[in-house]
Each structure stands twice: as C-alpha cells, then as structure tokens.
C-alpha cells in the first residue's frame, strides 16, 4: 500500500528583492487633484440644510423687497424719467446678510463640528481645500444673485414702464445684474475667508455685520467739522454706499463711481485669502 504525502500549501510569492508582496487592490490609484476637492465641497454645500435655508431667504428678501417698492413706488407716481432698476438695491441690503452668513458657515462650522479633521485627513493639502471651498461657494453664489437680482430687474421693469420709468441702458443693466453680483459674491467669499481665520461662526459673523453696518452708522454721528474728511471717507467707502454705486444710488457725488468698488472689494477679498491661506498653515487643525 502505497502512501501519499498532504499537499504541502503554495509558498508565498516572494519579490526579487527578498521581501514578500503585498495586496494589490483591483481599485485604481489615482493621485488626488483640485478636481476631487470641487466635487467634495460641492456634496457637503448641496446637502447641507443651511445652504438651502439661507439662500431661500435670501431670494425672498431680495424679490420681495424689490417688488414691493417697485409697486409703492408705481402707486404714487412718483418717477419722472428714472432708472426702475435703482429700486432692486433695497432687497439686496438685507439680502447680502443671509450670503455672508453662508460664507462663514462654509468654514467655521467645520471647526466647530469637528468635520474639518475629516476634510483635511481625506486632503492633507490645506491650499486646496481652502481654494476649493472659495471656488464652489463664489460660484453658488454668484449664480443665485445673478438669476435673483435679474428676474427683479425684469419684474420692475415691466411694472414701473406705465408710470414714467425710462428704459435702462446696456450698461445699467450690466452694473445692476452682473455687477452687483459679483460684488455681492466676493463679499459671501470675504466672509468665508474670515471664518477660516476666525474658526468661530458667531465671532467671524458678527466681525462680518460690524465691517458692513460700523463705518456708515460712526459717520452719521461725526458732527465735528474736524472730522469731517473722516466722515465723508467712512459714508463713501462703506459697503453699503459702494452697493449703491452699481444702481446710482449713493450717499455723495464723490468717493468710487463705475466698477471701482468691484475692484476694491476683489483687492480686499485677496488680501484676505493670503492672510487665511498663511495662517491655516502654520495652526494646528
């Protein structure tokens, strides 16, 4: 009787260099880029409750606001030859808090749930998170002021066309839709940036409100004629004066006209990002 020896099992693979192989997944490895970082921030934006809340309130205030002055306004006939698209600025006062309040939502509130360790555990570059944060929010933002402030500007337009309104030019229409919202997403990505520095949603909102609403309401009380230059550079560099200069409708004759604001506010929002840029990495996450 023949005996048969066990199968002895399948030694190990062993690499050229002495050292056994390692599991090698069916998965691809891809390297990661900014691609991955848009398409990350865009699924935390979109699924987020407060991102729908806040830019829902903020389409209320601005078309509600708009059409309810463009009706006033048209009931007691008081325009001769005026611009209707002046009336569109009232909306966006309010309607500009509810785009910072998101800016600063987008960073701070990472900090403050501890969802940023997440973020910059799946993406150890901290520039591209912060570049990509920036990029997906001045989007979302710049897209729902346009298509906003647009259908007020239309609304207004047929409403007050009756009652002596002039027709707008190319040109107002342009500073009234694509100007103003420019303007008002780079302030939504200052205020982002300035949660990133801040860390703190109630601290970065409240610095947001004070550099908005400070400067205007200190100048109205100046009265001393020594500090008259200093008023008169606080009512025409406030944020809401510079709003005002995208529909004619500011506090003086001087100060910035045009798109000078614009460039302004974009000189202030890369400042800004320089200062979140260096200081998220030099801090501890």
Known sequence: MSTQKPPTPEAPAVAPGGSHSGYSSPIPVTRTHLGHALASEWTK????????????????????????????????????????????????????????????????????????????????????????????????????????????ALLQTSILKGHGAR?????????????????????GLLSLLVGSMIRHSAGAITIMIGAVLAPLVTALFMNANS????????????????????????????????WEPLWIMLGVTAAAFAGAYALLESRDV
């Not at 909306?91 to 509810?98: A, D």
């Not at 027709?167 to 008002?184: D, F, H, Q, R």
């Not at 560099?237 to 709003?243: C, R, W």
């Open 45 to 152: 934006m979109k699924s987020v409750r407060s991102t729908v809340w806040t830019l829902g309130v903020f389409v209320l205030l601005v078309v509600g606001i708009g059409v309810l002055a463009a009706v006033a306004v048209g009931g007691a006939g008081e325009l001769s030859g005026q611009n209707p698209l002046t009336f569109g600025f009232f909306g966006l006062l309010l309607g500009m808090m509810c785009v910072m309040t998101l800016g600063v939502l987008t960073t701070a509130s990472e900090y403050g749930t501890g969802m940023i360790r997440t973020t910059m555990t799946a993406c150890p570059s901290r520039g591209r998170v912060l570049a990509a944060k920036s990029i997906v929010f001045f989007v979302v933002a710049f897209v729902v002021t346009l298509a906003t402030v647009s259908f007020v």
């Open 167 to 187: 027709t707008p030019s190319g040109g107002e229409w342009l500073k009234a839709t694509v100007g103003i919202s420019l303007y008002i997403a780079l302030l």
């Open 227 to 258: 500090l008259e230059k200093v008023q008169q550079a606080l009512l025409e560099y406030s944020i809401p004066s510079q709003m005002g200069v995208f529909y004619d409708n500011t506090l003086s004759h001087s100060g910035p006209s045009g």
